[in-house]
């Protein structure tokens, strides 16, 4: 089976600061990464995906993140964050075969940018 | 660019009534799924569609889920007797079909039971 953790609920920074959402994960089979973003009241929009090569990963938004396999780890970083940046962010993965595989979810970190 | 719709945006029903949420896929998404989530709570997977049947489902998706592609290109879900721990946003999404290919996700119903 596979999971993701988000040890962070909430992330409060001000704006133009830098900021990293982190994200573990556990499988024991190769896996796919992702990171969703919603906003509030919206669906979940695709910020960037792992799927294979090189590490780090650049996305929409100016964000950024890098696959990093002996500490199972994803972060989602981004260098200088702005308001319209609030939101919640969930890391995601699925396992690297089968086009049903379903897609497990973090339980999200909201990003609080205070002005 | 293709989206996936969701209708209604916003659902209202009693304790034991049947309520169908309906969405559109992308049209060439081979893979169909309907997640929801619980207010504050994390994205859970209900289950998975394809070559119209079901590929895998979550322990949520009891006797009293089902799924659906009538035609070519709506895909519902169906609660038949709701309950109120059912109030969640619904969302559906689909992916072209590689294991790569991300989940295109709608903007989700809002299901209120009461």
């Known amino acids: 089976a596979q999971s993701v953790t988000q040890l962070d609920s909430q992330v409060p920074v001000f704006e133009e600061a830098p900021v990293e959402l982190r994200c573990n994960y556990s499988?024991?089979?190769?896996?796919?990464l992702f990171w969703y973003v919603q906003y509030p009241n919206q669906g979940l929009q695709l910020l960037l995906k792992?799927?294979?090569?090189?590490?780090l990963v650049k996305g929409i938004n100016g964000f950024e993140a890098e696959f990093n396999k002996s500490q199972t780890s994803f972060h989602l970083r981004k260098p200088s964050v702005h308001i319209s940046d609030t939101a919640e962010y969930f890391c995601?993965?699925?396992?690297?075969?089968?086009?049903?595989?379903?897609?497990?979810f973090g339980t999200g970190t909201k990003l609080q940018v205070i002005p | 660019e293709p989206e996936v719709t969701q209708t209604p945006s916003h659902q209202v029903t009693q304790m034991g009534q049947e309520v169908i949420l309906r969405c559109v896929p992308i049209?060439?998404?081979?893979?169909f799924y309907w997640y929801r989530q619980i207010l504050g709570q994390k994205v859970e997977f209900l289950v998975s569609?394809?070559?119209?049947?079901?590929?895998?489902k979550s322990e949520i998706f009891d006797d009293q889920f089902s799924v659906e592609r009538p035609d070519g290109s709506n895909f519902t879900l169906k609660i038949r007797s709701t309950k109120l721990e059912d109030s969640a946003m619904y969302f559906c999404?689909?992916?072209?079909?590689?294991?790569?290919?991300?989940?295109?996700f709608g903007n989700g119903t809002r299901l209120t039971v009461t």
């Open positions: 499988s024991s089979v190769s896996v796919y």
């Open positions: 049209s060439n998404h081979l893979y």
């Open positions: 569609f394809y070559n119209n049947e079901i590929s895998e």
């Open positions: 792992y799927l294979s090569g090189s590490t």
């Open positions: 999404a689909s992916r072209r079909g590689e294991g790569n290919s991300p989940l295109h």
């Open positions: 995601a993965v699925s396992r690297g075969s089968g086009g049903y595989q379903k897609v497990t």
